[in-house]
């Protein structure tokens, strides 16, 4: 039995996709089939055009293949799966227009404030959906009391942090590791700043907790996992924690499969007439 119930009826909800990587591609190639009644594919946005022109023709319905100043005009919510850096050239013609956006791009939010109140006075909606995060709902409801401590250990094989600012700005090395090696430790602000396509696990966790500041975290490049792994530990007024996840990289190893997984239940769930979940 599914645990959304669907209304009839309504008109259906156009998405466009701005960003066509392992993510974005897995999104779109759902919704193509049909994955979440009541929600239709309309464009999608790339760097390479071509390329991404070449996806579409093979997905079997008409998608438009638009550059991201044209997305709004045929779409009611748009999913960001893009680097960081356009998150705003992205969701603000959204915003302005009181329509909806889905933001993977977690990290990105913590330098981009004006989002959150442009979405606030203008009527549009920001959604950030779970991805690898179990135990989101736990910390909502705990954050409605009060939550003394969140910590979180990340562990990522080094090919997935390679590249990273902080590593490149400090001189840390991931390469030919034969065991772990912590290269950060810090809040999630300062992760998120470092890291800005590895964390938006951690980020996620503060806004929903005791915000960015305070959410406290270690990242390890690990040889001997094969997954990225996260192990988080919450203590609060009303329950204490601990959360341990191992997510199977997608196509991208900065990116676990079930982000995109996370974003088609979090479509079916706006859809729904039965929700489960806080």
């Not at 790339?46 to 100043?69: E, I, R, Y």
């Not at 530990?233 to 191992?246: G, I, P, Q």
């Amino acid at each position: 039995m599914s645990n959304t119930t669907h209304i009839a009826n309504k008109q259906p909800l156009r998405i466009a996709i701005a960003g066509l990587g392992a993510i974005g591609k897995s999104i779109a190639s759902s919704l193509a089939k049909g994955a979440v009644p009541g929600v239709v594919l309309t464009a999608v946005s790339a760097k390479n055009q071509d390329k991404a022109q070449q996806f579409v023709s093979s997905l079997g319905v008409p998608v438009k293949v638009l550059t991201l100043a044209e997305l709004e005009p045929v779409a009611d919510l748009v999913i960001e799966c893009a680097p960081a850096a356009l998150l705003p050239e992205i969701v603000t013609p959204f915003l302005k227009a009181k329509k909806q956006a889905i933001v993977l791009s977690v990290g990105a939010l913590l330098f981009n404030q004006n989002l959150i109140d442009m979405a606030e006075h203008e009527g549009g909606i920001i959604h950030v959906p779970t991805g690898a995060l179990i135990g989101l709902d736990a910390m909502i409801a705990a954050a409605e009391g009060k939550i003394h401590s969140v910590r979180m250990i990340t562990r990522k094989p080094p090919n997935g942090l390679a590249g990273a600012p902080h590593l490149i700005e400090n001189n840390i090395s991931v390469e030919g590791l034969t065991e772990p090696k912590k290269v950060f430790e810090g809040n999630a602000r300062a992760a998120a700043k470092g890291f800005p396509a590895n964390l938006n696990v951690v980020v996620a966790l503060a806004l929903a907790g005791v915000g960015p500041e305070n959410t406290l975290l270690e990242i390890w490049a690990d040889p001997t996992v094969v997954r990225n792994t996260h192990s988080i530990v919450v203590d609060s007024d009303s329950a204490k924690f601990t959360m341990t996840m191992e997510n199977i990289p997608s196509e991208n190893p900065k990116t676990g499969r079930i982000v995109a997984q996370s974003v088609i239940a979090m479509l079916r769930k706006m859809q729904a007439s039965f929700k489960v979940g806080t």
